[in-house]
């Protein structure tokens, strides 16, 4: 897999580990880095409404989860910028009935449910019915559209973005050759 290094911009190859989820591969691949500056290889992710909806959601419990899943998505400022701009786009007065509806739909499909109660297994705050699913996710909503009205949001996010330029540059100074 060809690889261009988001600190120094070397092109590079080798194999990309795309999930841990089931273990380290066999045979055992050794993390990519690029031969160059060093700096370890990450995986850009391009905008999108469920990560968005995510980092949202961590916004809600603290600015540090959000900022920690953002700075995964973001290898660069470009990268931050993009998902910035595309958060404020999302997290509006007209998005917000669409969300609830789409919350709503996406609960009430087949499967879904049952999908969520195995997530939830063993959480102390697993909801015991769909509607108290239901209501938990339009609280959430809801929550979101009153930081908005209030500015509160988009003061947050313009935080985050700083904190994450902050973090971004001590990586790229960390690699970068001198």
Not at 154 to 170: A, R
């Amino acid at each position: 897999m060809k690889n261009v290094c988001h600190i120094c911009g070397t092109e590079y190859s080798g194999m990309e580990v795309g999930s841990w989820y089931s273990g380290p591969p066999k045979p055992e691949i050794k993390p990519l880095v690029c031969p160059k500056c060093g700096a370890p290889y990450r995986r850009g992710v391009e905008p999108h409404f469920g990560m968005t909806k995510e980092v949202l959601y961590n916004l809600l419990e603290s600015k540090e989860g959000a900022i920690k899943t953002l700075l995964r998505f973001s290898r660069t400022k470009s990268d931050l910028a993009k998902w910035i701009e595309y958060i404020k786009s999302y997290a509006t007065p007209d998005n917000f009935k669409g969300w609830n509806e789409f919350e709503k739909k996406f609960l009430t499909e087949e499967g879904m449910w049952a999908a969520i109660q195995m997530q939830q297994k063993d959480k102390p705050d697993a909801s015991k019915t769909i509607e108290e699913e239901i209501e938990k996710q339009m609280t959430k909503i809801n929550k979101v559209e009153e930081m908005y009205a209030s500015r509160e949001l988009l003061n947050l996010l313009d935080e985050v973005k700083k904190e994450i330029e902050i973090k971004l540059e001590e990586e790229s100074n960390k690699y970068k050759p001198s």
